[in-house]
């Protein structure tokens, strides 16, 4: 290890400014700042805009916004500003053009002035015969000075790396160790396009090394592309980034990179949908990477503070995962439960005010979901009857603590709480053992009782067993139908948090209204 990668570390995450930022995005994006941070380095920014046709308004704007959402930030960028900028590439044309050049004149480059049309034949040949699709070197061993005599006249050109035909290029991997690529195998890229600007693998080697930066993190693969770089460095007599291929995450079904149409949301959503930052950050993490023993937790439940003192590139798994959503759920549910009660519903109040009614720059450049439209309408409707009493707020949003997986469902959980009346459909009754018109008696029979149970207030469990389990009795009926129909008529479904807890917090005035409406419409039913 060199002295300066000694000295600081130094990574940089390079998003084209297509105002997106996807699942995998995130992922990469976390794992520069981990490393960064981890070894008290320098996290960079560096917006890699030479595909013009990719560049979008607004789109860096997009990106730090929901970067910042999740907690991640830069030390240095087009914004921070910092000693090796600019940070932007399209402002550092001059620069590729020089280093361009300078490699036609060491011999690792040439001019090349294929037209398109003749790329495009030389293609279809190659396809129709089944071979590699790659350049044909046509213009690789000109007499440098016609070349350059064809330059200065103006013609159309673009600069090609000279890229061995023999032999092989060799280089180790921080987790996949040594890789070997025949020489053969790789085409003789373009590094500077005819309008002056540089391809991908030019600019982004150029900057890495002028920038410093010690550690290139990227997915798994682009690992036997690697070669490309090492052939620059080399050519320039550089010392060589440390490269770390990071496993890829992979749809559900094991087969390709995650994508939105096998489940993958955009960034932002997963915050709409009201999944907690620091919970969406441990799952990507924990996709591919695992703490040390010493480290870890049984729960695997970690804030982005926690990860950041422990996590080291060395526990970097080398297979890919699979996208869980089960398990993301999970432990955002965990990280919920970690919350007293005062925090989750400042939580809950900030998500529903700023992500679901919000809008966000990135909102421009993904398409709503269904959920999303559904999600606002329902918060509209409820959020202002949360904030118009806090306490009881917190105390229905307490029932349902330890049963929350994502904010999002909150609405429907709490509805009981704020809803008058409920409009029941037969399946939120359970009639398999007693139709309507037995129900109807069933909770008009238990009524008095439970009026003499717990109008008193003193929420006596026994007292309200009691109640129930006497009528249930006397009707000749299971138990837990009678309870059940108690609960359908209450909270309007069959799934609920224990009914006293919703009583005690309702209160019984209210939870009796609930259980007359219930005997009216099991009447109706009739």
Not at 43 to 55: G, M
Not at 435 to 451: H, I, Q, S, Y
Request: a negative charge.
């Amino acid at each position: 290890m060199s002295d300066k990668i000694k000295k600081q570390v130094r990574v940089r995450a390079a998003p084209s400014p297509t105002g997106r930022v996807h699942t995998g995005n995130l992922r990469t994006f976390l794992n520069d700042y981990l490393t960064a941070k981890s070894s008290s380095g320098v996290n960079i920014l560096r917006v890699e805009d030479t595909d013009q046709n990719r560049k979008v308004e607004g789109g860096l704007e997009a990106i730090l916004e929901t970067l910042k959402l999740f907690g991640i930030t830069f030390d240095e960028g087009p914004k921070q500003g910092g000693d090796y900028g600019p940070y932007i590439q399209s402002e550092r044309l001059e620069i590729y053009q020089e280093h361009a050049h300078k490699l036609v004149e060491m011999g690792h480059a040439y001019y090349c002035f294929c037209s398109k049309e003749r790329l495009d034949e030389i293609r279809e040949k190659q396809r129709a015969n089944k071979m590699r699709i790659m350049y044909d070197r046509h213009c690789r061993d000109i007499d440098p000075k016609e070349s350059k005599k064809r330059v200065d006249s103006g013609d159309p050109y673009v600069v090609r790396m000279k890229f061995p035909t023999e032999g092989y290029l060799e280089f180790t991997d921080e987790i996949y160790g040594k890789i070997r690529v025949n020489n053969e195998e790789i085409d003789d890229m373009v590094l500077l396009k005819s309008d002056g600007y540089p391809t991908y693998h030019f600019s982004v080697v150029i900057d890495d090394h002028l920038m410093e930066i010690t550690h290139v993190l990227r997915g798994r693969e682009y690992l036997t592309q690697t070669t490309r770089d090492i052939f620059l460095y080399n050519a320039f007599g550089w010392e060589p980034t440390k490269w770390v291929h990071v496993p890829l995450l992979l749809n559900p079904d094991g087969k390709g990179k995650l994508s939105k149409r096998k489940g993958a949301m955009p960034a932002l959503a997963y915050l709409r949908k009201g999944f907690l930052p620091d919970a969406v950050l441990n799952y990507l993490v924990l996709a591919g990477w695992a703490p040390k023993p010493e480290d870890a937790k049984k729960d695997e439940i970690y804030t982005l503070d926690e990860l950041c003192k422990i996590f080291s590139l060395d526990r970097m798994k080398k297979s890919n995962a699979r996208y869980d959503q089960k398990k993301l759920e999970h432990i955002n549910s965990m990280h919920i439960r970690r919350l007293d009660i005062d925090t989750l519903a400042e939580k809950v109040l900030n998500w529903a005010d700023n992500y679901v009614l919000g809008d966000f720059i990135a909102d421009k450049f993904d398409d709503h979901f269904d959920w999303e439209i559904e999600l606002k309408e329902k918060v509209l409707k409820y959020l202002p009857k949360w904030k118009a009493d806090l306490d009881y707020f917190k105390k229905a949003l307490a029932t349902e603590h330890e049963r929350l997986t994502v904010f999002s469902e909150i609405p429907d959980a709490l509805n009981f709480f704020y809803d008058e009346e409920f409009d029941w459909d037969d399946d939120d009754w359970r009639t398999q053992n007693h139709d309507f018109n037995e129900l109807a008696d069933g909770l008009e029979k238990v009524l008095p009782r439970l009026d003499e149970a717990l109008a008193d207030g003193s929420w006596d469990h026994e007292k309200w067993e009691k109640a129930v389990r006497g009528t249930a009795d006397e009707l000749g009926w299971k138990h837990g139908d009678l309870f059940l129909a108690i609960r359908s008529a209450t909270t309007g479904r069959l799934q609920s948090p224990p009914l006293l807890d919703c009583f005690k917090v309702m209160g019984w005035e209210r939870a009796r209204g609930l259980i007359v409406n219930g005997i009216d419409w099991l009447k109706n039913k009739k």
